[in-house]
């Protein structure tokens, strides 16, 4: 089956740190461009971060160096490790396959707040 399937959000103190998951299954992940994208209450979904099949990446601005993607093709896995969260932070987090047929997650919540 094609699928994405997030993990790993909550609920994290500002200043503190969480790693999603996103795990692919169904089609050959390691030829892929994978991204994370985030959508806050009342806001439109925003790309967070791209990460080609040879590991380039790049990032939105407000990330600020604080969140990095990253891949590991023998488990079929992208990553974003985030640092220093912010209450404005808080959205539900997505990952996406750009490419056409384009494919989403299900999503998973992170929460920022004291």
């Known amino acids: 089956q094609v699928q994405l399937v997030e993990s790993g959000g909550g609920l994290v103190q500002p200043g503190g740190s969480l790693r999603l998951s996103c795990a692919a299954s169904?089609?050959?992940?390691?030829?892929?461009?994978m991204s994370w994208y985030r959508q806050a209450p009342g806001k439109e979904r925003e790309l967070v971060a791209n990460?080609?099949?040879?590991?380039?990446?790049n990032y939105a601005d407000f990330v600020e160096g604080r969140f990095t993607i990253s891949r590991d093709n023998g488990k079929n896995t992208v990553y974003l490790q985030m640092n220093s969260l912010k209450p404005e932070d808080t959205a539900v987090y997505y990952c996406?396959?750009?490419?056409?047929?384009?494919?989403w997650g299900q999503g998973t919540q992170v929460t920022v707040s004291s």
């Open positions: 996406r396959r750009p490419s056409f047929p384009t494919l």
């Open positions: 990460i080609t099949p040879g590991g380039n990446t």
């Open positions: 169904g089609f050959p992940f390691s030829s892929y461009t």
